[in-house]
Nanobody
Framework: QVQLVESGGGSVQAGESLRLSCESS?????MGWFRQAPGKEREGVAT???????AWYDESVKGRFTISRGSGDTLVLQMNSLLPDDTAMYYC?????????????????WGQGTRVTVSS
């Protein structure tokens, strides 16, 4: 397993932006972001293969969120045009696989999460 630490969450108004970062203790080919809203199950947001390779997004965030690798072993989620429905705890995750899916069971390492609150 790798150690993952998220940062960058906060409280914003609808339409504003946030940038989440995930510091990883080592590199993994598949890394992704998941989120869990109050009273709901955790869901996949975005996943990225390799170093800024192919990315996959949940339909609800396409065109608004961008996943990328930053310097070192950092995973970034740029979130623009935030909506109240984006309110959730956001988790960074890493997988040993080489084919990346937005499936929770594929990931074996998880961070503690960073909270995002979007008000209308």
């Amino acid at each position: 397993q790798v150690q993952l630490v998220e940062s960058g969450g906060g409280s914003v108004q609808a339409g504003e932006s946030l940038r989440l970062s995930c510091e990883s203790s080592s590199s993994r080919y598949c890394m992704g972001w998941f989120r869990q809203a109050p009273g709901k199950e955790r869901e996949g947001v975005a996943t990225l293969a390799g170093t800024n390779g192919t990315a996959w997004y949940d339909e609800s965030v396409k065109g608004r969120f961008t996943i990328s690798r930053g310097s070192g072993d950092t995973l970034v989620l740029q979130m623009n045009s935030l909506l109240p429905d984006d309110t959730a705890m956001y988790y960074c995750a890493a997988s040993r696989d080489i084919i990346c899916y937005l499936v929770e069971s594929q990931y074996d390492s998880w961070g503690q999460g960073t909270r995002v609150t979007v008000s209308s």
